[in-house]
């Protein structure tokens, strides 16, 4: 069979009309640009971030940073504590504060951190802090607590340390069947 040469001659033509014969160019990739980049009037923003600020409770002047916040904590008491006139070694109107619960048994977990707030006598500002913190391997003998009291004059001074361990041990040893926390031997938490 024939082919007629008209239709022959413009299938030749149109395919001279659309690069010929030589085989069709291929697209640059996307990502390959050909315009010439001008840098941007704008300043690049920074690459690093400003450090965060710091947005939780901070601990009250010369205290431990693990008592921050602790007015916030579990509250023992049901209203504040009066002074005992028996004697107390931490006078003053008193609340006291837990990190953890107790356990069933009577005990404060590992890792509790109890705090005593007290407003002494005549004052209006607290001015005595008595932290127990309970951990691990810390002190057998008393149960693993730590004891410390903290003390101020004044409501803009810083706290300082007055006394610890062993010149607490001699007082908390009579609630030693509460765990050392006087608040339970005393029948004064809730």
Sequence with gaps: ????????????????????????????????????ETPSTNPAPPTTAPPPTPTGPKPLSGLPAFTAGYDGWLK??????????SGD?????????????????????????????AVRPGKDFIGLIAIMRKERGLDRAHNDW????????????????????????SCHMGAQQTDYVWIYTLGLAR
């Design 1 to 36: 069979m024939r082919l007629s040469s008209a239709p022959a001659a413009a299938l030749v033509a149109l395919a001279a009309g659309c690069g010929g014969g030589s085989p069709p160019e291929t697209a640059a990739p996307a990502e390959t640009k050909t315009a010439v």
């Design 76 to 85: 023992l008491n049901r209203k504040p504590i009066p002074p005992r006139q």
């Design 89 to 117: 070694a931490h006078s003053g109107k008193k609340n006291v504060y837990a990190s953890k619960k107790r356990r069933a048994s009577g005990d404060f977990p590992n890792g509790t951190i109890l705090v005593k707030e």
């Design 146 to 169: 730590a004891f410390v009291e903290y003390t101020r004059d004044s409501a803009g001074a810083r706290f300082a340390e007055t006394a610890s361990d062993s010149v607490c041990w």
